[in-house]
């Protein structure tokens, strides 16, 4: 038996049938129009030149397929009162989510000037891709969207982070074949893998089959129909075929299907909920819906055949003005969907052609899922000062800050089962956060051996080695109006650059609208850094996550490096508190000293950079020299650093100055954490040598403070692109970040340091020979560098 | 059927049974030699604690695995005399790629400070993961790899993109399950629709199911076997399995496996190229290994179990200086693998431990493919000129520069019809490269239909909607001896972020090794950039990929921005020419004004940076302000600009520098295209204002130009993140790079310009507001705006 020849001919009655059909056209016709029309949008007069728009933007091909599937998700929702969402996978096909978002009602409830009559439908048409109106895509700016679409790959994902503690809801998600084409969506389908029926809500994927992306066919269009299937099962889903281009046949097709679909749904629910509670091996329904690209719109233009080809991608009548046999098509498609059968003298929808429409708080384009700040509720956190390490002098024990963190993380999932999440690449154990086990384990559906530890399917750290993963999820229930961490090795993150990219964009857009209420921030917690890369080597360095991050809006982006187990206490309970923001906080996991006392982090973390008095030397009057570090290995080198001046050069100021906050140290004005130039002039002094031990490239630096007075004397250390598998001390080393290089460096740039300074410059050049042969010969650091604490 | 029974069970012979069992328990004393011993290698004396590194970095769990799947290969190739290398997936199973080069004679001929004998295994196992030794991943240093492994999901993409027009190729490929879980590697299956078995190699996949990752076990070892068959199935491969824990067994399954699909692969061939020659629906066999983790290690450490699991991913005995409970369990496990048998007195391995090795020229570890620049030989290239579009003056007509080059393209294909492949994301003819298409077809080996044009099975423009895969398939094309380019949508190529990271650290690696020869350059052409996204707004405008690039080593980077036509040609030929570099290349697709003649363009882009004389109005006297701009829109707008100054302030002398050559404005030193301070003082001035229009964000130049003597003065206009769905112009206005503003920032800083300045600026903010307005209503940019050419 073939998945098509279960679905039953006559799912509709004639009427239903009508209603669905009625509501697609209209939505149709509303597409159409937004590309296409600035003026007559009711077609009351001959569609003349002057009412189409001067230049013609957006994307056809995939709309009709959208909004079809939007109707029947309507009726069904109607029907079964079904919590739904829907997410779009290609957003561009953004005229659809604005469409239905109109006849639902919802999107003139959120935009008042843009009403249900005429007036409303030629705003509605106007604005759409036309400057200082709305963008082309399913955007922030669109009701019921919680996925722009733009780029390709995060449809599943987000649709899965979205069902992750939501039990009632169902997240109806279209794919588009091109889309499915990409590594991240390929690497999605696991997710079903994830999902707990017990506690998860539901995805329904909605493969799109229309054939063609840009200028090409798709290859999961093209391959036998047998190959799509056995992916799909051997995916864990149970796959539902609905094909054609014959409306009524496709209708009936689609509405059988998706009642079995989420018949199947309920089923699953109900035997994991009131039966034996087992939860392994579901098999999700998912539907391939195999239609044509560019549907109902013009079947050939100037001879060439435009539906159910690439052709139909974007506008498929160009030249609308200028071209009167275009012009004349183009009235015809929009008259073919029937306009005045649809929307009432005044412009208004027909009550039958919004009879799909499911009632008001069930209606998909308002669920408020959509918006999730309007769901957010703040986390339950513990006192994180509970969980500080004693420091009773500075720079003298140790401690791994991450295992630190791990505490409070326990106790925040304890304390908040159904809203807090973790998600990582099969690291939180390997970040030493592993506490978090105490109270939770890893979400794990699929086969469990006597050998396990730390497997359920309840749990609330989600591991799957897949940034991208991680990343989709994470987004997906924070837009839901939840919170979460992604803890991840640093050079990694960089898989997902491009999502942040598209998140921070999401954020930025959002802040504009006052109707999308704030939601958690997202939280990277990046550790297994660049300079602790012992098993691994070269190709795990790449501190240059920052550097990406803070090219986005700096209203929305917060970077941290805090230099121990405190200050990352303080940091983590800021970040979890935050609002719309994207929060990088980097922090080692190997045992490190500790420096501050709980009360000195939380102060130090507060002002974000500051003096460490106890450190330098400057007794009062303006240093010689500051030392300043961010990060913390090269806080412990500035301060082995500022040791060795102490004791050899004891008459030299030395300040050491720490940042934890790096947008800090911006240009004033450029970042809303930047300090003043007054402030900066203070910590760095207005006119002496400053030297920058910092954990990630060294001109991130410069691109920060190239505005700062003291700039020209701003001299930084940091990864430089040199390593491979070695000691710790010999990657500082390789990249003279070392506490000798940056004593050398003080003595460079010091006037007047006279012979002794020479002298003490030679030693230290010495030094690092005698570390380097030391560790060629025996293959560890050694012991004086391994075992260093602040000499009090 | 399952497909494990289809195996015959006595595929070896006894001896040959021992023989593959023996090298591999060769290679396996060899990895725990390199992970754990410094001395007495051949276990000659009783191990004791000073034989023992001090610090134990690598990683066991997968490298038996990979032992064993070479050890099978050896005797297949040595059998075959098949032309085979083998990509490692898991690349942190660096023991295993060392151990087995070591083995084949390979690593000695490469290094021939590590012989063959006692002292050479000495230097190999103290070498491994040891300060100035080798890393512990199977990186460039490793001979027979071109595929590092560390960062996790492109060994299949690598694998296929070697295969590409090596007809006699077999790419052994061992991905293991953590790796599968990555998005990349997902979207890879599908490698297999675009491998053409006339003109390509075959890649054999190993899907090696060792059960877990690095604390947790892995999603497809766990799903039903089912599942996993459906899915490789689905993809379009034979799926064969092996599985067991018992080597002899394993051995017979693996050898009966192995001359399965290996006569498989013969069997398509020569159906391919000798009967119908059809190509279409090849199901290519794969292979699925289920063996354990840490396979022969030790089986419980300290009453855990540690084979089989988990907890042997890295070093399954720790501390065995300290505990001689440890030390005696790390002795037997190197003494179960019986050394004197296999190595002979000298510590030279016995012939018969090597007696699976392949001929000389056969050896996998030896191939030249994994060094493809011994195999790389010059493009044939067209000579660019003959594309030049005519430039009569300046600033008077307009061309699309990548349609112009499209042509070059179209010949260059032409002229190297087996070493020359462009890649891309279903934007080729998006791009406006479309002429390509009349030269070669996209490859497409999955379904024809009437409809379609330009799909062929031989076609050189691989177009897949997954920028990891086509980044994945050039490089590997690379690496082993071809040339390739990469179009994308500028926005979306931040996608590959982290793999370019990998790439230029293997170039950069690669570079230090003599015997590594020089490849082919990996070129980005990256149109449909920030400044034009017309149809797309917001999520699709990011011109970051530049600052990621430059974070990288500067030997390796090199990033251009040419204004027009003749320029990108020119940058163009430049790059195909070049070796062993990144080069990005940012162009637009829009109609845009042409400057330059063929002559100038050449001229101008040797220097890389070069005064517009034409434009500005300096007439040999130093000028008051320099207007500077790289990339095609900053340009248009500079000129605009300038062009406005001209006629109302014609007393202001006003210079235009344009940047082609991003690098060149680097600070002194920092990158080897950077010009000397004294030219960039002549081009800059010391002391004169420069107002910068720059195509990416603007920070970038000053974090170029920090240390440069002008920098003060220096004032840059770029993209600050703000975009949506509008108009060429009013983008750059939204970002306050529009000539208007241009005019404006010069009245700022100019100083003493007086009144008549002041009315121009006054002008400018007028004519700013004008075009809002006018955009706002109808929608396009006002007609003096859109046709603007400078005017002579």
């Given at each position: ?13 004639a009427t239903?049938l009508q209603?669905?059909?009625?509501y697609w056209?209209a939505?149709?016709y509303?597409s ?8 007559n949008p ?6 003349a030149?002057?009412h189409?728009?001067?230049?013609l ?5 995939t ?7 939007y109707?029947h998700?309507?009726?069904?929702v109607r029907?079964r009162g ?12 953004g ?12 999107y003139?409830?959120?935009y008042?000037?843009v009403g249900l ?8 048409f106007?604005q ?10 399913a ?6 969207s ?8 995060y449809?599943?994902?987000?649709a ?12 109806a ?5 091109g ?5 991240a ?14 506690r998860?809500?539901a995805?329904l994927p ?9 200028a090409?066919p ?23 075929v ?8 496709v209708?009936q097709q689609?509405?059988g299907?998706?009642d079995?679909c989420l ?28 239609t044509?690209?560019?549907w109902?719109g013009?079947?050939?233009?100037d ?5 159910n ?22 009235e015809?498609w ?25 009632s ?12 999730g700040?309007?769901?957010?509720t703040d986390?339950?956190l ?6 500080a ?19 409070f993380?326990r106790d ?14 099969d ?9 978090v086990f ?11 051996l ?6 359920s399917?309840?749990?609330r750290?989600m ?6 993963l991680c990343q989709g ?11 979460g ?17 598209q ?9 504009a ?38 090219n986005?809006?700096p ?6 490096l ?5 200050t990352?206490?303080?940091t983590?309970?800021h ?5 719309n923001?994207i929060?990088?906080i ?7 000293l ?5 009360d ?9 950079a500051?003096?460490?008095e106890w ?5 009062g ?6 030392l300043a570090?961010?990060g913390?290995v090269?806080?412990l080198?500035?301060?082995a650093?500022?040791?060795l ?14 940042v934890v ?6 240009n ?5 954490h930047?300090m003043?130039d ?6 760095f ?7 920058f ?8 630096i410069?691109?920060?403070t ?5 700039h020209a004397?701003?001299?930084v ?13 010999d ?42 042969e ?7 650091d050694?012991?004086?560098i ?7």
């Amino acid at each position: 038996m073939t998945a098509t020849e279960s679905v039953p001919r006559q799912a509709l009655t004639a009427t239903e049938l009508q209603e669905i059909d009625r509501y697609w056209r209209a939505a149709n016709y509303l597409s159409v129009g937004q590309i296409y029309l600035m003026d007559n949008p009711l077609l009351r007069e001959p569609l003349a030149p002057e009412h189409i728009k001067p230049r013609l933007l957006g994307h056809w091909g995939t709309t009709p397929g959208l909004n079809f599937i939007y109707a029947h998700l309507n009726h069904q929702v109607r029907r079964r009162g079904t919590e739904m969402v829907w997410i779009i996978g290609p957003g561009h096909g953004g005229p659809a989510a604005v469409a239905t978002a109109w006849l639902d009602g919802v999107y003139s409830e959120t935009y008042p000037d843009v009403g249900l009559d005429a007036k409303g439908m030629r705003k509605l048409f106007r604005q759409f891709s036309f400057p200082g109106g709305v963008p082309s895509h399913a955007a922030p700016e669109t009701p019921g969207s919680i996925h722009e679409g733009g780029e390709l790959g995060y449809a599943l994902s987000h649709a899965f982070g979205a069902a992750f503690d939501n039990p009632d809801l169902v997240v109806a998600t279209v794919i588009g074949d091109g889309e499915a084409e990409t590594g991240a969506l390929s690497g999605s389908w696991q997710s079903a893998r994830f999902l707990n029926p017990v506690r998860d809500g539901a995805v329904l994927p909605i493969l799109h089959l229309n054939g063609y992306k840009i200028a090409g066919p798709t290859v999961l269009a093209r391959i036998p129909e047998d190959d799509l299937l056995a992916q799909m099962r051997g995916h864990g889903y149970e796959p539902h075929v609905v094909a054609g281009d014959d409306p009524d046949t496709v209708h009936q097709q689609m509405a059988g299907v998706l009642d079995t679909c989420l018949e199947r749904i309920d089923a699953i629910r109900f035997r994991a909920r009131h039966g034996d509670g087992t939860a392994e091996d579901v098999r999700w329904p998912m539907i391939i819906m195999r239609t044509p690209k560019g549907w109902t719109g013009p079947e050939t233009v100037d001879g060439m055949q435009v539906e159910n080809t690439w052709r139909s991608h974007q506008v498929p009548l160009t030249e609308t003005r200028d071209n009167p046999d275009h012009l004349r098509s183009l009235e015809e498609w929009l008259r073919s969907y029937r306009p005045d059968e649809l929307f009432d003298a005044d412009g208004a929808p027909r009550s039958e052609t919004t009879a799909v429409v499911p009632s008001r708080e069930r209606r998909i384009s308002g669920s408020p899922h959509a918006n999730g700040g309007l769901l957010l509720t703040d986390l339950i956190l513990p006192d994180f000062r509970d969980y500080a390490v004693e420091v009773e002098r500075p720079g003298e024990k140790k401690s791994e800050a991450t295992r630190v963190l791990g505490g409070f993380l326990r106790d925040v999932v304890a304390a908040n089962p159904r809203t807090f999440r973790i998600m990582g690449p099969d690291e939180t154990q390997s970040n030493r956060l592993g506490a978090v086990f105490e109270a939770t384990d890893r979400t794990w559906n699929t086969g469990r051996l006597p050998v396990d530890r730390q497997l359920s399917p309840d749990g609330r750290v989600m591991e799957v080695l897949s940034e991208q993963l991680c990343q989709g999820w994470l987004e997906g229930y924070l837009l839901t109006g939840r919170h979460g961490l992604f803890n991840s090795y640093e050079a990694f993150i960089h898989i997902v650059d491009s999502m942040v990219n598209q998140h921070a964009k999401w954020l930025k857009a959002s802040g504009a609208l006052p109707w999308r209420r704030p939601i958690a921030s997202l939280n990277y917690l990046l550790s297994s850094h660049v300079w602790r890369q012992d098993h691994n080597g070269f190709s795990h360095q790449d501190p240059g996550f920052i550097d990406h991050v803070i090219n986005k809006k700096p209203e929305i982006v917060r970077i941290y490096l805090p230099p121990d187990s405190n200050t990352l206490l303080s940091t983590m309970d800021h970040c979890l508190r935050s609002r719309n923001y994207i929060n990088v906080i980097t922090a080692g996991k190997q045992p490190q000293l500790t420096y501050l006392t709980m009360d000195q982090a939380i102060a130090h973390c507060t002002r974000g950079a500051g003096i460490w008095e106890w450190a330098g030397t400057e007794d009062g009057e303006e240093p010689d020299v500051v030392l300043a570090c961010a990060g913390d290995v090269p806080t412990l080198e500035t301060l082995a650093a500022a040791d060795l001046l102490r004791r050899h050069l004891p008459e030299l100021r030395v300040r050491v100055v720490n940042v934890v906050d790096l947008m800090r140290l911006s240009n004033e004005g450029e970042h809303p954490h930047a300090m003043p130039d007054s402030e900066y002039d203070m910590l760095f002094t207005r006119d002496k040598p400053v030297i920058f031990a910092f954990h990630g490239y060294p001109w991130l630096i410069h691109r920060l403070t190239y505005r700062r007075t003291g700039h020209a004397k701003l001299h930084v250390r940091g990864y430089k692109e040199e390593g491979t598998t070695t000691t710790p001390f010999d990657m500082v080393m390789l990249n003279d970040l070392d506490r000798f290089h940056l004593v050398m460096d003080v003595i460079d740039r010091v006037p007047g340091l006279g012979v002794r300074a020479a002298g003490l410059r030679q030693r230290m050049q010495d030094e690092r020979l005698r570390c380097r042969e030391y560790t060629r010969k025996y293959g560890e650091d050694a012991p004086e560098i391994r075992d260093w604490v602040w000499e009090h």
